[in-house]
């Protein structure tokens, strides 16, 4: 398994044998409070004000999608790791959720449209992000947005992407993107951080 200076796993990494101990990463787990809070009040803000439909591709073991059901959303999620989706069932018993095994490129969900796709630290690893840009704008009603929470880690050999590339590919798609800065709120990682974390939030009519 290759990481990188602040552990984020590369693409190669075997997700089932991470899934164990993901949630242990204070922006993973969410176990903290104030990470937890501080991670509840971005996503008020980046969906949808009232309950719909969310898309949380590469969702892990769900942390993000707890947040967003706890906010009155309908989650879908999909992960690649069938060890992660068990954990993210396990964590959302109960509620409106429900986790499919799949590629976050290609998600399994047929003809379903959402009014918001969710997306944190998975772009970077995939190839061709224009083309599932592309994909994942498919997937959106009209009025959805994409969420897109990315960044570039590490100071040797850096990994990720640039918020500039990523609303660079985002231009072609004709939507209204916003790029909000994430690496100076420690709160969101449980610790000052110095790399480039940031979300964009891209709608469209």
Known sequence: MNEDSDGTAAPSADWDALAASFDDEPDHGLRDAGVRRAWAA???SWLPPRA??????????????????????????????PAMVALARTKLAGRDAVFLTGDAAAPP?????????LVRHVLWTLPDPG??????RGLLRPGGRLVLVEGVWGSVAPVGIPADRLTALLDPLAGQARVERLSDDPALWGREV???RYAVVATYA
């Not at 969310?54 to 690649?80: F, I, K, M, N, Y």
């Not at 969900?109 to 796709?117: H, I, L, S, T």
């Not at 083309?131 to 994942?136: A, E, F, S, T, V």
Request: proline share 0%; glycine share 12%; aromatic share 4%.
């Open 131 to 136: 083309r599932i840009l592309r994909h994942w």
């Open 42 to 44: 971005r996503l008020r």
């Open 194 to 196: 110095t790399d480039e």
């Open 52 to 81: 719909a439909d969310v898309l949380d591709l590469g969702c892990g073991t769900g942390s993000l999608s707890l947040l967003a059901a706890e906010q009155g959303h309908r989650v879908t999620g999909v992960d690649l790791s």
């Open 109 to 117: 969900v047929g003809e379903r449209r959402f009014d918001a796709v």
